[in-house]
C-alpha cells in the first residue's frame, strides 16, 4: 500500500511540475513575442503597445520565476553544495536531506500560505496598480501560491522518494 502512496505522489508532483513548467514556458514565449513585436512598432510606426511594461513586469515575469521551482526541485538541479556531506556515511547524509527537506517544506509552506493569503485579499479587492489604464494585478498573485504549493509537493515526493531508495538525492 505505501509504494502505491509513493507512485501516485511522485505521478501527481511530477504531472503538476511539468504542468506549471508548461505555464511558464508559454510565458516566456508570450514575453519574448510581446516585447519583439513593441520594439517592432516603435521601431517601424513609432508607436508601442500600452502598458507593455506592466504586462512584462507583473505578469510574465512573475509566472517566469515562481511557477518552474517544483521542476527544477524534482530534477535536483537547484544550487546545492556537497563538499562536506558528500564525505559523510550515506546514512548520515540521508538523514542531513531529510532534515533540509524539512526545513525546505517549512519554509516554502509558509511562502505558500502567505502568498495565499495575499492572492485572496487581493482577487477581493480586484487590486490594480497605476497606470493610463486600469491595470489589474490581482491574477498575477494566484503565480506564487501555485509555484510554492508545486515546490512543497516536489520537496516532499523527493524526501519519499529518497526514504524508499535509503540514500540521499
Not at 506549471?20 to 521601431?43: E, G, K, P
Not at 511557477?67 to 547524509?93: M, N, T, W
Not at 531529510?98 to 492572492?119: E, R, V
Amino acid at each position: 500500500m505505501t509504494g502505491r502512496l509513493d507512485t501516485c505522489l511522485e505521478t501527481l508532483s511530477i504531472w503538476l511540475s511539468k504542468g506549471v513548467l508548461t505555464l511558464s514556458t508559454i510565458f516566456l514565449v508570450l514575453m519574448a513575442l510581446h516585447v519583439t513585436l513593441d520594439v517592432a512598432l516603435r521601431y517601424l510606426l513609432g508607436k508601442s503597445f500600452p502598458g507593455t511594461l506592466e504586462v512584462v513586469s507583473f505578469y510574465y515575469m512573475v509566472a517566469v520565476v515562481f511557477l518552474p521551482l517544483a521542476y527544477v526541485e524534482l530534477k535536483q538541479e537547484h544550487i546545492s553544495v556537497d563538499v562536506l556531506v558528500g564525505r559523510f556515511p550515506v546514512g548520515v547524509q540521508l538523514a542531513l536531506y531529510l532534515f533540509a527537506g524539512t526545513l525546505g517544506l517549512i519554509y516554502f509552506g509558509m511562502l505558500c500560505h502567505q502568498s495565499y493569503l495575499d492572492a485572496v485579499q487581493a482577487t477581493s479587492r480586484m487590486e490594480t496598480a497605476m497606470a493610463n489604464f486600469t491595470f489589474y494585478l490581482w491574477p498575477s498573485r494566484w503565480a506564487l501560491p501555485i509555484g510554492f504549493a508545486a515546490m512543497c509537493l516536489a520537496i516532499f515526493a523527493n524526501m519519499i522518494k529518497a526514504l524508499r531508495l535509503r540514500q540521499a538525492l
